[in-house]
């Protein structure tokens, strides 16, 4: 018997290699949100240390630039957080992208696996076909 070819193989190929793409762009999508949080850890940090420097100073300069350094970091956090909401949007349209493409790939391997049972069905009645033969007695008159 020949051996088992799917028709769709190359559909299947690319399917897959659509949805490793797809893997891809989400893990850079992810990887942009951790670095905005990153960042948003980093003014928290930065509020805790100026207002940990200026707990017992008194100098109205110090006071001045602790406020205009926090009006900075209000700044800094404000513009972060509207990144880190268009980072999710993009985050959640890549996973939509590889839930789709996972769908297609599964749907594909699943109808791969039905024609290789159909096909490892057919070999093995064929062999079975071919053994009932070989112990038949070969009647040369008939």
Do not use: C
Not at 37 to 47: F, K, V
């Amino acid at each position: 018997m020949k051996k088992f070819s799917f028709e769709l193989e190359k559909v299947l190929e690319f399917r897959n290699f659509e949805k490793r793409q797809a893997e891809g762009e989400l893990a850079k999508a992810l990887a942009a949100e951790n670095e905005i949080d990153a960042g948003l850890e980093d003014i928290a940090r930065q509020y805790a240390a100026v207002k940990a420097q200026m707990r017992d100073s008194r100098d109205f300069q110090d006071v001045v630039a602790q406020s205009r350094f926090n009006n900075f970091l209000d700044y800094q956090k404000e513009e972060l957080l509207r990144q880190l909401a268009e980072a999710k949007l993009v985050t959640e349209q890549k996973r939509d992208i590889l839930r789709e493409s996972m769908k297609k790939t599964t749907a594909l391997e699943k109808l791969r696996e039905k024609h290789l049972a159909e096909w490892n069905a057919a070999a093995d009645y064929e062999e079975a076909e071919l053994l009932d033969e070989a112990r038949r007695p070969h009647n040369p008159n008939t």
